[in-house]
């Protein structure tokens, strides 16, 4: 079992900046894809931004140029680096991960418990 803790959310203003940080613990062989997933109230849970093992990343066409997301060398933590934040920004931002438990077979999906960012106008 993986377990995703969340942290870096808040308050920003229009313009501002926030870094998201996603670190997995727990009994694993490997983390595999993580990304990161927004959800606004009264919207569907988006993929903003996801990242593969091997470091090619993936954008949501709203947030490309503005958001960076990166791994650390061990590839078990996950960052998301937010700049020029818009209103349109403010969601519950949920981490994610495809992890593999043995090398082989299954792999499994695991969700943070998410981190709330709030851009004022």
């Known amino acids: 079992q993986v377990q995703l803790v969340e942290s870096g959310g808040g308050l920003v203003q229009a313009g501002g900046s926030l870094r998201l940080s996603c670190a997995a613990s727990?009994?694993?062989?490997?983390?595999?894809?993580m990304g990161w997933y927004r959800q606004a109230p009264g919207k569907q849970r988006e993929l903003v931004a996801a990242?593969?093992?091997?470091?090619?990343?993936n954008y949501a066409d709203s947030v490309k140029g503005r958001f960076t997301i990166f791994r650390d060398n061990a590839k078990t933590t996950v960052y998301l680096q937010m700049n020029s934040l818009k209103a349109a920004d403010t969601a519950v931002y949920y981490c994610?991960?495809?992890?593999?438990?043995?090398?082989?077979?299954?792999?499994?999906?695991?969700w943070g418990q998410g981190t709330q960012a709030t851009v004022s106008a």
């Open positions: 727990g009994r694993f062989f490997s983390i595999n894809d």
């Open positions: 994610n991960a495809q992890y593999s438990r043995t090398g082989y077979g299954n792999t499994y999906d695991q």
């Open positions: 990242v593969t093992s091997g470091g090619s990343t």
